[in-house]
């Protein structure tokens, strides 16, 4: 039979307590000593790093901005309409090549026409009035010189006779009173010789101013009808440059100029450009154009070539942001360089020596202090460190603390370990 042990019982739930309060003990131990764990550091794989450089006079660092834009003539030529007409014919489309001579459209205005008509004419009128005028005038000159002619044929005889009396009159063959008759015949002749004079003077004179008054006509009617007959001329339209023709009507209009089309005084009908000399206009961040002047060395990429060049034109407003600038080609044009290409502009502003500096991270914003993981360990960790920086370039930026030469940072983005101080790295 069985015999009860009382003692034993007591023992084994005394055991079950020592042991149930060793483990509660044990799992508090363990969820301290779990609390107190630094969590464990990522691992951060195909890093972009890059060394802390310093800049020398013979290896500076360049400052610079960049910006995308297109190649655009620099000689470009509106062609507008003098008078109203209506589009006839349509001897080039656009794209062909033209000298400044070539008639790209032809049109066709009856009342321009009919004004040069009628100005042709009324100089044709006028020129016959002065013809005439100075037949009139040469004829009653030559009547003038005739009545002088006679005036002084008999003041001759007047006088000769007066002569011929005095001296008969002092050896008494003459009387005294045909002495003083012949005397006072001659003095008259002589006063209407001296008028007659005058009034040969007076009458060529007049003739002259007559002549200036038709002349002067007549020279407005041969300006009007040259301004006429250029109307006429000018609704053959033409290239005006050596170049390519681009476009054919106004610069807002969605279609090309179609014939039977009626065009207004000052409209444009094309736009010729000389493909032979382009430049960049490349748009530029309003923040960074703040440092750009004139002159500064520039290079225009292509994608088929890099062009040398320099700042020729800064636009005084921003727009949208961005400011244009004009570049100079210096260069010759690779092949496919044509009019609107995309190309993308790089201007140097500045050359600086005896700074640190490094490539430019992702986040890393010039006059600010970011925080920039630097390589340690040989590569296999980095470390948040904090780093001031000064100015940058489109992929550089200068270092002003927080770094050494030699040191390696990570620039590629590592926002997403902003909450980690360290990394692993592969």
């Keep these: 039979m069985d015999i009860p042990r009382p003692d034993q019982a007591r023992k084994k739930r005394r055991r079950r307590i020592l042991y149930s309060v ?9 969820t301290i000593g779990l609390s107190r764990l630094k969590p464990a550091a990522p691992l951060v794989e195909n890093t972009w790093p ?20 297109t190649l655009v003539p620099e000689e470009i030529l509106w062609i507008p309409t003098l008078s109203a007409g209506r589009v006839e014919r349509i001897l ?23 004004v040069a008509f009628d100005a042709e ?9 002065l013809a005439n005028l100075r037949v009139q005038l040469e004829t009653a000159r030559l009547n003038q010189q005739s009545i002088l002619a006679t005036a002084q044929a008999n003041y001759s005889s007047a006088k000769l006779d007066f002569e011929v009396n005095d001296e008969l009159s002092k050896v008494g063959l003459v009387p005294g009173l045909t002495l003083k008759q012949s005397k006072a015949k001659a003095e008259e002749l002589a006063k209407l010789l001296e008028i007659e004079q005058q009034r040969l003077k007076i009458s060529a004179d007049a003739a002259k101013a007559q002549l200036a008054v038709q002349e002067a006509k007549v020279s407005q009617l041969r300006a009007q009808l040259q301004l006429r007959r250029h109307q006429v001329e000018s609704l053959k339209i033409r290239a005006g440059i050596d170049g390519v023709l681009q476009k054919l009507g106004d610069a807002a209009a969605t279609s090309m100029l179609q014939e039977g089309q009626q065009l207004a005084p000052g409209a444009n009908v094309a736009r010729v450009a000389n493909p032979a000399k382009l430049k960049a206009e490349i748009k530029v961040a309003e923040t960074q154009a703040k440092d750009i002047t004139f002159d500064q060395k520039a290079y225009v990429d292509t994608r088929n070539g890099v062009i040398p060049g320099h700042v020729v034109r800064i636009d005084p407003s921003a727009q949208n942001g961005t400011r244009s600038v004009d570049i100079t080609l210096d260069g010759p ?7 609107d290409l995309s190309v993308e502009g790089t201007i140097e502003l500045e050359r600086l020596d005896d700074v640190m500096y490094v490539g430019r991270p992702v986040q890393g914003q010039p006059e600010s202090t970011v925080g920039i993981f630097k390589v340690v360990n040989g590569g296999k960790e980095a470390v948040r460190v904090p780093v001031k920086l000064g100015r940058s370039a489109v992929s550089t930026i200068v270092v002003l603390d927080g770094l050494q030469v030699g040191d390696q940072v990570i620039l590629s983005d590592m926002s997403q370990y902003d909450a980690y101080a360290r990394v692993r790295l592969r």
């Excluded at 060793?22 to 363990?30: D, E, M, R, Y």
């Excluded at 890059?50 to 834009?69: C, F, H, I, Y």
């Excluded at 080039?92 to 009919?114: F, H, R, Y």
């Design 22 to 30: 060793a483990g509660l003990g044990a799992l508090v131990v363990i």
């Design 50 to 69: 890059d060394t802390v450089k310093r800049a020398t006079s013979e290896n500076p660092m360049l400052l610079n901005v960049r910006g995308n834009g």
């Design 92 to 114: 080039i489309l656009p794209g062909a090549a033209v000298k400044a001579d070539t008639v790209l459209v032809e049109l066709s205005n009856p009342e321009v026409e009919q």
């Design 333 to 339: 044009l690779p092949k496919g360089a044509v009019p």
């Design 121 to 129: 004419w009324q100089l044709k009128a006028s020129e016959a009035e």
